[in-house]
């Protein structure tokens, strides 16, 4: 499932949309630039990652070369592009929640579009027209997003205590340094790897415990 790159799952989903309203989908993704509180159901979803919307025109693809012929496509093409940790039913399931209204404006002039309620249609489409990340890189593959968050809240908390380790006697020391642990709990967890969440993906944990030398060791021996 090469969808998947440690925690992280990649969805691109590309959906076409009648050309001659195409310039309706890029006037509510200006609204949603200028006024962010449109967004905001999604902004609080702390699984998501990225999340980004574009629409390509029918003569704006892009050509390898001059020799090639031009493409006279019907339809232009809204592009989506997202990366999230989770599962692919708990990431659409959560969009739907979110941003119902949003989901509607913005697919709403594309092709064969269900609407975001009911949820099986709408994952119906998703799936329909939704295509496999063939390589996908994740710089932190055992973090998910809030891991990331935290790790920087310890940094900048630990930079700021650094700054003023010379203040102030042994006591004060230990007194300002068990206030820092105390406000670092909810950020000091660890990270692991994800519950398998597919059978290909269970295979290659195989596959590399094989190599390592460990799937021998793991059989009983009697």
Known sequence: MSNIAGKAYAMNVITP???????????????????????????????IHY???????????????????????????????SNFNGSWDQYVD?????????????????????KSVALTPFH??????QLETIHYYSAYPLAASNDIKSAQTVRESLLAFNRTVD???????ERRYKALLRGLQHDLGEMHPTPIISMSAAQVEKRVRWHA???DQERPHG
């Open 17 to 47: 949309v009648r050309w001659y309203t195409a310039w309706v989908n890029k006037l509510f993704f200006w609204v949603a630039l200028k006024r962010p509180s449109t967004l905001q159901g999604l902004i609080t979803l702390s699984l």
């Open 51 to 81: 999340a980004r919307w574009v629409i390509v025109g029918r003569k704006q693809f892009p050509h390898v070369s001059p020799e090639q012929p031009k493409e006279k496509l019907k339809y232009s093409y809204m592009l989506f592009f």
């Open 94 to 114: 959560s969009f739907t929640f979110a941003i119902p209204g949003g989901l509607d404006l913005f697919w709403k002039w594309n092709i064969r579009y269900s």
């Open 124 to 129: 119906r489409y998703i799936q329909y027209n």
């Open 167 to 173: 203040q102030g006697s042994d006591q004060e020391f």
């Open 213 to 215: 030398g460990q799937l």
